[in-house]
């Protein structure tokens, strides 16, 4: 029988996030090709993991550049953090 894992815990079943972690497993993938394809994991578990914390809200109103008005949004909250909690996390952390 498998482990119940707590409810704010989620496994990524993603698709390209499978085939990623295939090619940063194989013993021929580079150095290189390491280092993209960590930021291509992060980058993809921050997105999933974001678009079911995160809501859009209402910031008011623009005009595009053929004239057709539409309302804007904004992330609620404006300011997120991240913070690696392991030291081998901090490749999946870019300096900004």
Same mark, same amino acid.
């Given at each position: 029988?498998?482990?119940? +894992?707590?409810?704010?815990?989620?496994?990524?079943?993603?698709?390209?996030?499978?085939?990623?972690?295939?090619? +940063?497993?194989? *013993? *021929? *993938?580079?150095?290189?090709?390491?280092?993209? !394809?960590?930021?291509?994991?992060? +980058? !993809?578990?921050?997105?999933?993991?974001?678009?079911?914390? !995160?809501?859009?809200?209402?910031?008011?109103?623009?005009?595009?550049?053929?004239?057709? /008005?539409?309302?804007?949004?904004?992330?609620?909250? /404006?300011?997120?953090?991240?913070?690696?909690?392991?030291?081998?996390?901090?490749?999946?952390?870019?300096? *900004?």
């Amino acid at each position: 029988m498998a482990p119940t +894992l707590p409810p704010n815990i989620h496994v990524s079943t993603h698709p390209c996030l499978r085939v990623k972690l295939s090619q +940063l497993r194989s *013993t *021929t *993938t580079t150095a290189k090709e390491t280092k993209a !394809l960590v930021h291509d994991i992060a +980058l !993809l578990l921050g997105v999933e993991a974001l678009g079911h914390a !995160l809501q859009a809200a209402p910031a008011g109103k623009d005009t595009t550049p053929l004239g057709y /008005e539409y309302t804007t949004e904004q992330i609620v909250p /404006e300011r997120i953090s991240v913070m690696p909690i392991l030291r081998s996390g901090l490749g999946m952390v870019d300096g *900004t």
